[in-house]
Structures are given as C-alpha cells and as structure tokens.
C-alpha cells in the first residue's frame, strides 16, 4: 500500500498555526501544506468563488495522493467543506476525507462555558455564514452565541503591523463590541486560524474571567481522536515526520512570513492549483 501525507489547507499563512499544533501533537505523519496566498484573503469573497479555490485545492491534494485533507481555514471549512462532503467527494474520491476547523470547536466548547454565553471572533465571510452558530447550536441548543467580525485582524496579522497602537486599537475595539453586546460571554472561540497570532493582544484587552479558545490545539486533539476511531484512514497516512509547503505566491515572501506562524525557517515552493 502506497503511504501519503495528510495534506492540510489554507488562504494563506493561517492555517501555519494549526499546522504546527499537529506537528506537535502528531510529529509522526507526514503533512503537505497549501497557502492559497495569490488569491487570499478568502473572508470578503463569495461562498461560491471559496467553494471553487477550495475544491481546486482539495482536487490538487487527491492528485498528490493524499487521503486526508484538512482545511485549516475557517472561511473554507464555513463556506465550501460542506459542498465539498456531500456532493464532490462521492464522485471524485469516495475513500478519501476532507475535514474543517469548525466543528472540533463547536464539539468542545460545551466543556469550557458556565455561563452558556459564547463569543465567535472570525472574519466577516465566515461570521455571515453562520457555520459556528449551526455547528454550536446543534450540539449545544442550550449555549447562547454571539458573534463579531473581524475584517482587520488577518491583514494587520499578515502585514505584521499588530505590534503597535494601531494595531491594539482594533483589537481592544472588536473584543469591547462583543462583550458589549452580550456581556455574560464567559468563552471566546478564536474563529480564524490567523488570530493565534493577536493572542498576547486579545488577552490584554480581555476580562481574565473569560476563556479564550484557539482552534490549532483543539484539531490536533480532535484528528488524533479521529484516526484512532478511523484506522482504514490511519493506515493510509505515512509517518516520516516530514513536512512540504507549497505557496501560489512567491515562495521567498511565504517563506518569511511563515516564521512568524512556525518560529522556524522553511523552503517552500510554487504550485498552481488544478481547476
């Protein structure tokens, strides 16, 4: 049996952070990383323009040989895994999977809320979508949620200019207008896997009272789980430890920026997705 890498996917640098929970939680598999950087950010874009970038990017994976795809990306796993599921991978690749970011959180945070008053950070696309109100609501019909945009937070991140006073600013501003809508909010679920990154800044400008939960640790927990309840996926994964990364942008500028998300140098490389 021929062995291949879980293939993990996002717009751009973001889904580096859940990348790196897996690679320590789960240092064993092999991964193949996609930013989707020439065409990101996905959060202002149409559901149907991410379900197309995603599903070439899910179709590029499968031609890699890859068995398993996460799409570490909230705006793809809101606006295109569902589709994706349900109508392209009968016919495309019945024996593969493509998971998303957001159902693991919504699993989870039943276990962290006493007031049963939640928070969604995220970007504006995956706010509109509604995903992590369905998901929530679903297995928890009991936790009231509220929800925010964020629209600056992902370009102060990839534009690293969050460490300043502009940068603060409209941190302190996001997480005072959720609070403000609903003030017994004892949990925040950081929906976009760029906002790891604000953490120091999120917590400064949030009540100690209030738990804030980022999404990176809490897939690597949830796909260790799911492998061991799907062996017949398990088996199908190599396990060398290596990791690939691909850009559809310049591989010099990814490179850079990816070690504000990894803490280490890598060498990327430039792929074109397939339509």
Same mark, same amino acid.
């Given at each position: 049996? %021929?062995?291949?890498?879980?293939?993990? $996917?996002?717009?751009?640098?973001?889904?580096?952070?859940?990348?790196?929970?897996?690679? &320590?939680?789960?240092?064993?598999? &092999? /991964?193949? /990383?996609?930013? &989707?950087?020439?065409?990101?950010?996905?959060?202002?874009?149409?559901? *149907?323009?991410? /379900?197309?970038?995603?599903?070439?990017?899910?179709?590029?994976?499968?031609?890699?040989?890859?068995?398993?795809?996460?799409?570490?990306?909230?705006?793809?796993?809101? !606006?295109?895994?569902?589709?994706? @599921?349900?109508?392209?991978?009968?016919?495309?690749?019945?024996?593969?999977?493509?998971?998303?970011?957001?159902?693991?959180?919504?699993?989870?945070?039943?276990?962290?809320?006493?007031?049963?008053?939640?928070?969604?950070?995220?970007?504006?696309?995956?706010?509109? %979508?509604?995903?992590?109100? =369905?998901?929530?609501?679903?297995?928890?019909?009991?936790? @009231?949620?509220? @929800?925010?945009?964020?629209? =600056?937070?992902?370009?102060?991140?990839?534009?690293?200019?969050? *460490?300043?006073?502009?940068?603060?600013? $409209?941190? !302190?501003?996001?997480?005072?207008?959720?609070?403000?809508? &609903?003030?017994?909010?004892?949990?925040?679920?950081?929906? #976009?896997?760029?906002?790891?990154?604000?953490?120091?800044?999120?917590?400064?400008?949030?009540?100690?009272?209030?738990?804030?939960?980022?999404?990176?640790?809490?897939?690597?927990?949830?796909?260790?789980?799911?492998?061991?309840?799907?062996?017949?996926? *398990?088996?199908? #994964? %190599?396990?060398?430890?290596?990791?690939? /990364?691909?850009?559809?942008?310049?591989?010099?500028?990814?490179?850079?920026?990816?070690?504000?998300?990894?803490?280490?140098?890598?060498? %990327?490389?430039?792929?074109?997705?397939?339509?």
């Amino acid at each position: 049996m %021929s062995k291949k890498p879980i293939g993990i $996917f996002d717009s751009g640098y973001g889904g580096l952070t859940v990348l790196k929970s897996l690679t &320590d939680q789960l240092p064993e598999y &092999d /991964y193949i /990383y996609i930013g &989707d950087n020439a065409r990101t950010p996905y959060g202002t874009r149409s559901f *149907d323009v991410v /379900y197309e970038y995603t599903l070439q990017a899910v179709k590029t994976f499968f031609e890699m040989g890859c068995e398993l795809v996460i799409l570490a990306c909230n705006t793809a796993s809101a !606006k295109a895994l569902r589709n994706i @599921q349900q109508n392209d991978l009968p016919r495309l690749a019945p024996n593969k999977r493509v998971l998303g970011v957001i159902r693991p959180s919504a699993e989870i945070v039943g276990t962290h809320t006493t007031s049963k008053h939640v928070g969604i950070l995220g970007t504006t696309g995956t706010v509109n %979508s509604n995903s992590y109100v =369905i998901e929530i609501n679903k297995l928890h019909p009991q936790i @009231q949620i509220t @929800q925010e945009a964020c629209p =600056i937070w992902v370009p102060l991140v990839e534009n690293n200019q969050f *460490d300043n006073e502009g940068g603060s600013y $409209f941190v !302190k501003h996001h997480i005072d207008n959720i609070l403000q809508k &609903d003030s017994q909010i004892d949990t925040l679920i950081l929906g #976009c896997t760029h906002y790891p990154i604000l953490i120091d800044l999120i917590k400064k400008h949030t009540p100690e009272n209030i738990t804030i939960l980022s999404q990176g640790e809490i897939v690597a927990a949830s796909l260790k789980d799911y492998l061991k309840r799907h062996p017949e996926i *398990d088996v199908k #994964c %190599s396990k060398n430890g290596n990791t690939t /990364y691909f850009t559809t942008d310049a591989p010099a500028a990814f490179d850079k920026n990816a070690k504000l998300f990894l803490g280490k140098i890598i060498q %990327s490389k430039k792929i074109h997705l397939i339509d």
